[in-house]
């Protein structure tokens, strides 16, 4: 990477700087098991339900809404993520690779789909907003990443040229939607759950870890 050429560099949060692991691990276990509990429900049959019904607002800014879920599944989800909060964990080489970005005099902001609560709840566990310059939640625009009102807001607050601006982003949908906004140089993840396997990326370059970014 020629950080001559970048001014700023925009970061997704989960899969991208914290594992997301804690993620898959609270909508496809802890969820489905204290959601059977809560409603008096066959595991199994839960769990199919759950997954149903959560992939049918996949892409949109209710996917990633734990008031709307909580609202939809009669359950306080912030809660239930509180009960494994353990599990939230950064993924390899993030500290080096921000600090590394501020000393090249680059500016490091996260992008994020997280509903606010989710991002709080993390902020809490691992004071990731004492590494980067700043935080733009999608929620208060009320779109998400994966739509072109969202770039035209993100503009407006945290003004960028998008020819000098990498994007790090383990969303392939997302990273369709900033290419199409024009920002240059895109990057994705290619092991955003440290248990789960690595992907075939072939539409965006990929790395494994932060740390091939810093490699002279």
């Known amino acids: 990477m020629d950080w001559k050429n970048i001014d700023t560099v925009l970061l997704d949060m989960d899969g991208t700087l914290l594992d997301l692991h804690f993620d898959t691990y609270f909508w496809l276990k802890h969820l489905p098991v204290r959601y059977a509990e809560l409603h008096s429900m066959d595991h199994d049959v839960a769990q199919q339900w759950l997954h149903k019904r959560?992939?049918?607002e996949q892409g949109t800014l209710?996917?990633?809404?734990?008031?709307?879920?909580?609202e939809e599944l009669g359950v306080d989800i912030k809660g239930l993520k509180r009960e494994i909060r353990e599990r939230i964990a950064f993924r390899p080489h993030v500290h080096d690779f921000l600090a590394h970005l501020q000393a090249e005099g680059i500016r490091r902001v996260i992008v994020?789909?997280?509903h606010r609560d989710s991002l709080s709840l993390k902020?809490?566990?691992?004071?990731l907003d004492q590494l980067v310059d700043g935080i733009i939640c999608s929620h208060d625009y009320r779109v998400a990443k994966e739509q072109q009102a969202f770039w035209h807001r993100l503009q407006e607050d945290e003004p960028f040229d998008p020819a000098r601006t990498l994007l790090v982003d383990d969303s392939l949908a997302v990273l369709a939607s900033a290419r199409q906004y024009g920002?240059?140089?895109l990057l994705s993840?290619?092991?955003p759950d440290s248990q789960q396997a690595g992907r075939d990326i072939t539409d965006f370059s990929a790395i494994t870890h932060f740390d091939e970014l810093m490699k002279r």
């Open 54 to 56: 959560i992939m049918q």
């Open 123 to 127: 902020l809490e566990e691992t004071d």
């Open 62 to 70: 209710n996917w990633y809404c734990l008031d709307y879920w909580s």
């Open 189 to 191: 993840i290619i092991q």
């Open 112 to 114: 994020t789909n997280a």
């Open 183 to 185: 920002i240059a140089y």
